[in-house]
């Protein structure tokens, strides 16, 4: 099934799932390995590299998920869940596809700041729209770092919440999305 159901979500929506947790929790892990290099650590440019390109692909593959959320939208919450699990739930999920634009958008602006682009895994150059001040630089900085830094919390939430459902409640939430 590729399209997703009323119950459960279609090969599209579990593909699309999976590749941005993954290159998300990559990407947290690449960022958090590459505040501690010097800038003349030769790894440090070459993470640098891989950080941008990779994050150009969840920007990508956010905005693939959101059309394919309007053409499939996704099954409903499980019945069984209680009114403030259901609020909960909606809260996280919001919270994780603003995420998955304003991080990378914020990644894209501190790369592209002094109005040159960067290199889209060696194959070709993502060009800067603009330059942009050396304020508004500073608060894609800090916006960049804390949501990224929070976006643990909100995926450990997430996956907390999946497992708990799956099984302690013993609801199948899981099985819904694999």
Known sequence: MIRNSTESYGLVSKLLHSLIAFSIIGLIGLGWWMVGLSY???WYHTGLELHRAIGICVLLLASIFVI???ISPSPGLQKSLKPMEKVGAKVVHIILLLSMFVVPLTGYAISTSSGSGFTFFGLFDIPSIMAITDATRD??????YYIAYGLIAVVLLHAGAAFKHQFIDKKGTLKRMF
Do not use: N, Q, R
């Open 68 to 70: 394919w959320k309007v």
């Open 40 to 42: 003349y650590d030769a």
């Open 139 to 144: 608060l894609a900085i800090s916006l960049h």
